[in-house]
C-alpha cells in the first residue's frame, strides 16, 4: 500500500515561491503510477494541480501551467512542487496524490496547510 | 474547464438511501467512462470510494453505486450510516488538458 507524506514550510510570502516535497513509501517513484497534486482553499473544493510519472511526463492544470513545476527525485523516492509568483489566493491545504492511471487518484498525502501571508 | 455542478447539501435518515448528482458537459462526463468520487470527513484526505462510474475500490462497502446518464453522474449511498456524514465530491477525465476536472461538492448529513 503506497502511502505519501507532504513536507515544507508553512507559509510563504507574497510574490514567493512555494515548495512541497512529497515521500514515497510502500512503492517507488519509479513505477507506473502518475504522482501529482491537488489543493484546497480553505472552505472550498478540490483542484487539480498538475501530475507526473517516472519517465519526467508533466500534466499541468492550464490557469497554472505557467507557475507550476513538478519534479521527481528517484534516488530519495520523492517528488515535488514548486508554484512561484504566489498570491492569498494560493492559500490552500496541499495534498500529494498518485494514480494507478485511468484519471482516478488511488492514494492521498494527509495535507499540508500553507499559507501565503507576511 | 468549469468545475462540475454538484448540489451544496443533502440529507437522509439512518438505513435511508440518498442520491448526489455531479452535472458536467459533452466534453467531460458525457464523452468519457471516467468519473470518480472521493469521500472526504472534516480536516481529513479525500478518499477514492468509486472510479470509471460504477466501479468500487477493495475496501468500499457496496452501499456504496455509481451511476452515469447523459452529462451526469450520480452516487447512491444505500443503508445510509452515521459513518457516511462527510463530504462526497466527483471528478471526471475532460480531455488532454484536464485529466481531473473536480464537483463543487456535496456535505452528506446523516440526520
Known amino acids: 500500500q503506497v502511502q505519501l507524506q507532504e513536507s515544507g514550510p508553512g507559509l510563504v510570502e507574497p510574490s514567493g515561491t512555494l515548495s512541497l516535497t512529497c515521500s514515497v513509501s510502500?512503492?517507488?517513484?519509479?513505477?507506473?503510477?502518475?504522482y501529482g497534486w491537488v489543493r484546497q482553499s480553505p472552505g472550498k473544493g478540490l483542484e487539480w494541480i498538475g501530475d507526473?510519472?517516472?519517465?519526467?511526463?508533466?500534466n499541468y492544470n492550464p490557469p497554472l501551467k505557467s507557475r507550476v513545476t513538478l519534479s521527481v527525485d528517484k534516488s530519495k523516492n520523492q517528488f515535488s512542487l514548486k508554484l512561484t509568483s504566489v498570491t492569498a489566493a494560493d492559500t490552500a491545504v496541499y495534498y500529494c496524490?498518485?494514480?494507478?492511471?485511468?484519471?482516478?487518484?488511488?492514494?492521498w498525502g494527509q495535507g499540508t496547510l500553507v499559507t501565503v501571508s507576511s | 474547464q468549469s468545475a462540475l455542478t454538484q448540489p451544496p447539501s443533502a440529507s437522509g435518515s439512518p438505513g435511508q438511501s440518498v442520491t448526489i448528482s455531479c452535472a458536467g458537459t459533452?466534453?467531460?462526463?458525457?464523452?468519457?467512462?471516467?468519473v470518480s468520487w472521493y469521500q472526504q470527513h472534516p480536516d481529513k484526505a479525500p478518499k477514492l470510494m468509486i472510479f470509471e462510474v460504477t466501479k468500487r475500490p477493495s475496501g468500499v462497502p457496496d452501499r456504496f453505486s455509481g451511476s452515469k446518464s447523459g452529462n451526469t453522474a450520480s452516487l447512491t449511498i444505500s443503508g445510509l450510516q452515521a459513518e457516511d456524514e462527510a463530504d462526497y465530491y466527483c471528478s471526471s477525465y475532460g480531455g488532454g488538458n484536464d485529466p481531473y476536472v473536480f464537483g463543487t461538492g456535496t456535505k452528506v448529513t446523516v440526520l
Open positions: 459533452s466534453s467531460d462526463i458525457g464523452h468519457y467512462n471516467y
Open positions: 507526473l510519472n517516472h519517465a519526467g511526463t508533466t
Open positions: 496524490a498518485s494514480s494507478t492511471g485511468w484519471y482516478k487518484i488511488d492514494h
Open positions: 510502500g512503492g517507488s517513484v519509479t513505477n507506473n503510477y502518475w
